[in-house]
């Protein structure tokens, strides 16, 4: 039985044979990678878990679950608000795939609720500094010149994060056969603006609302590390501050929570590397122009038939209306 499995393989990590497990049932958010909820009881103490394994189908820019597991450890060695990482499963024969297995954090992760609830989060401003105080932490979490043996997967930065960017991208349209002009368009204004990187760090690739967990009073962990690697860190800038991530707050141009001024303060206070405007700014348009591919890629999981989702059918929808994003930034007129 795949619970009575699971149950031996997590007392044997934990080194608790007492241990139970209450409950197990999926948790929802989770757009690319399949994510469960598990709840233990042993030595009289409860504790929960999350359980993270690839769903049916996945796109081809995520990580594999071992090599984000052997991320998440990195950061959480160096500090970053992220979830306890517990320990990786390689063997298939205890629930049918691989999986990481970490620890429950409490709080609320979907991003339209965080923009809307002003009861989460605690103070707003607040907040946002708090995220652009940890982005800079994981800016600072990896040294490119030290790398431990167990990330030797993430291999050297390219001296070129935009254009190595925008060679993925296009990789992965010619991967579902897509040709979408505007993105053409967007990808080769993309190579002719973009900007140099002096020093690229680990940068986390899709860091914004939804992808981090909050209470009533403020940030509790950062999540989705699937994406991370080598870049530039005004890619996760842009990333957070892009449009399409604002999810009906315009205004709030950190991620739809604050202000884009008390972002860039609290990474500035953490010792974030200086802030170029004109680089996050180009890489906000680079952020629609990836969001677009990788709706893409969702929308094409369903209609493969691998993975039957309406989730996945409406976010191929929203690629027409970040098109017209994407046109709107790049026109000619905008290129001075």
Not at 129 to 144: K, M, Q, T, Y
Not at 224 to 235: I, M, S
Request: aromatic share 8%; glycine share 12%.
């Amino acid at each position: 039985m795949e619970q009575e499995r699971l149950r031996g393989w997590i007392a044997g990590r934990l080194d608790r044979p007492d241990l139970v497990i209450e409950e197990m049932r999926p948790l929802g958010g989770g757009s690319i990678q399949e994510n469960r909820l598990v709840r233990c009881r042993f030595g009289g103490e409860q504790r929960g878990f999350v359980l993270r394994m690839d769903a049916p189908a996945t796109i081809a820019s995520s990580r594999s679950r071992a090599e984000e597991f052997r991320i998440l450890e990195a950061v959480w060695e160096a500090g970053v608000r992220v979830p306890e990482p517990v320990g990786f499963c390689a063997d298939p024969a205890v629930i049918g795939a691989p999986f990481a297995l970490m620890g429950l954090v409490e709080g609320v992760g979907l991003g339209p609720r965080i923009a809307k609830d002003l009861t989460l989060g605690g103070d707003r401003e607040r907040l946002t500094e708090a995220l652009g105080r940890e982005l800079a932490r994981i800016h600072a979490a990896l040294d490119p010149r030290a790398v431990p043996a167990s990330l030797a997967f993430l291999g050297a930065p390219d001296p070129d994060p935009a254009r190595a960017e925008i060679a993925r991208l296009r990789e992965n349209l010619d991967g579902i056969g897509a040709r979408r002009p505007a993105i053409e368009w967007g990808l080769r204004w993309g190579e002719r603006r973009a900007p140099a990187c002096a020093a690229p760090t680990l940068v986390h690739r899709d860091f914004r609302t939804g992808n981090y967990m909050v209470d009533e009073t403020g940030l509790t962990a950062v999540l989705d590390w699937e994406f991370a690697g080598w870049g530039d860190p005004a890619q996760d800038l842009g990333w957070f501050c892009a449009a399409c991530w604002r999810f009906g707050r315009p205004d709030l141009e950190a991620g739809g929570i604050g202000s884009r001024a008390a972002f860039y303060r609290g990474y500035a206070e953490a010792g974030g590397r200086p802030i170029d405007p004109q680089s996050v700014a180009y890489w906000e348009v680079m952020a629609h122009l990836r969001w677009a591919v990788i709706a893409l890629e969702q929308g094409a999981r369903h209609v493969s038939g691998r993975e039957f989702s309406l989730e996945l059918a409406l976010t191929g929808r929203m690629v027409p209306e970040l098109e017209r994003a994407i046109l709107r930034a790049t026109a000619p007129a905008a290129w001075s």
